[in-house]
């Protein structure tokens, strides 16, 4: 016989923590007296990309300025006590690169029996922003079917092209002319080494086991830093507790390498001024969606440089193939490294301004759809 919990026993039950990280709004927990912030939910921590526990001990003024409109909206609440329901302009520059201001719906009320406020808002163009998400995802898919038959209607040429040049330089009487089938040959070689670099995501075996992403951090700062031994620095925060998931490590590990060791040749110039600095930060978010699928749990990447930044007129294609912000750039590490992480379900965003470039990775914990899509993959 079934039991039908009582109305006590729910309530029992019942975790206001919990309750709070379904919400879609964004919600914070204020101490009246101090306006820090005592808690975070789950989408203040993705409006942010901020981990919860690098609110504690933050102020207001920490994520949204030292004056505007909200505080206008905010002293009216102190003052008067009165629950505020406005739409409001939040100061939100100094945390997110993305963008300056948020026009967003703010909530201020009184939590009784306590010396504390909450503060919920969402982003009223919110909308766009999803739309923004999609297009790129569908941009990059299409990459990839773009990339992947593209090689194969070169590949093949390419051969021919390398057999004729071979026969031709064993039948040349005069080896003055050898120089150029040499030159041939060697082109050929490099386009084909293009290629296969083009094709490396559909022809790579997967290796699916459990990844501790902080290993994946640490094996990709190594290799850096032994290649870039003097004028680099390589932070890390990491959040410790994170759980492993299931994934390809050797994937994971190139498309982060991708991003680092390209972040570490653009910082030229200021490794030879001893002052480079690459950061990696790591988080979980929860109840996010990525290509209109709804996670649980998502792991966050962050890898930011104090670089130049990316030019304006290229930061929109940097996924493309061949888009290279370098002269000897090949145009391939991002373009293979949103693939790697797409692999995962995932996705890569960045976002740039002089002196700070910021790369998102996000993966969603989603062990049995990995092995799903990577049994699929492998047996076409």
Not at 104 to 119: P, T, V
Not at 153 to 159: D, V
Not at 187 to 213: F, G, H, M, T, Y
């Amino acid at each position: 016989m079934r039991m039908i919990p009582t109305r006590a026993a729910s309530a029992a039950l019942f975790n206001p923590q919990e309750a709070l990280d379904q919400m879609p709004n964004s919600v914070l927990i204020i101490d009246k007296s101090t306006l820090e912030v005592l808690y975070a939910n789950t989408a203040a921590e993705v409006f942010f990309k901020l981990s919860r526990k690098s609110f504690v001990g933050c102020e207001l003024r920490d994520l949204f300025g030292n004056d505007g409109p909200f505080y206008e909206s905010l002293e009216l609440f102190q003052r008067t006590g009165i629950t505020q329901r406005v739409d409001v302009l939040l100061d939100i520059g100094s945390l997110r690169l993305d963008q300056k201001e948020c026009l967003a719906y703010l909530i201020l009320s009184n939590l009784e029996g306590a010396d504390l406020f909450l503060m919920e808002w969402f982003e009223i163009d919110q909308r766009n922003k999803s739309a923004r998400e999609e297009r790129l995802m569908m941009q990059a898919r299409a990459n990839k079917d773009l990339m992947r038959n593209l090689a194969h209607e070169i590949k093949n040429p390419l051969g021919g092209i390398k057999g004729a040049a071979q026969l031709l330089d064993y039948e040349l009487p005069d080896p003055s002319l050898k120089e150029y089938t040499k030159v041939m040959i060697k082109e050929v070689d490099r386009l084909q080494l293009l290629v296969e670099r083009l094709l490396a995501p559909q022809k790579k075996q997967k290796q699916v086991s459990e990844v501790n992403i902080h290993e994946v951090l640490e094996r990709v700062r190594s290799v850096v830093l032994a290649e870039f031994p003097k004028g680099l620095q390589i932070t890390r925060f990491y959040d410790v507790s994170m759980p492993d998931f299931i994934g390809d490590k050797e994937l994971l590990i190139q498309a982060v390498l991708n991003i680092v060791h390209n972040a570490a040749q653009i910082l030229e110039d200021r490794i030879k001024d001893g002052d480079a600095l690459i950061e990696l930060q790591t988080s979980i978010s929860r109840n996010i969606t990525i290509a209109k699928k709804r996670f649980k749990l998502a792991l966050n990447i962050l890898i930011i440089d104090n670089g130049p930044g990316i030019p304006p007129e290229i930061i929109d294609h940097v996924f493309l193939p061949l888009v290279s912000g370098r002269a000897s750039g090949s145009g391939l590490g991002l373009t293979l490294a949103q693939s790697f992480v797409q692999m995962h379900g995932g996705f890569i965003s960045v976002e740039s301004v002089p002196g700070k470039t910021e790369f998102h990775i996000q993966i969603p914990y989603t062990s049995a759809d990995f092995i799903t899509s990577i049994d699929s993959r492998s047996s076409q």
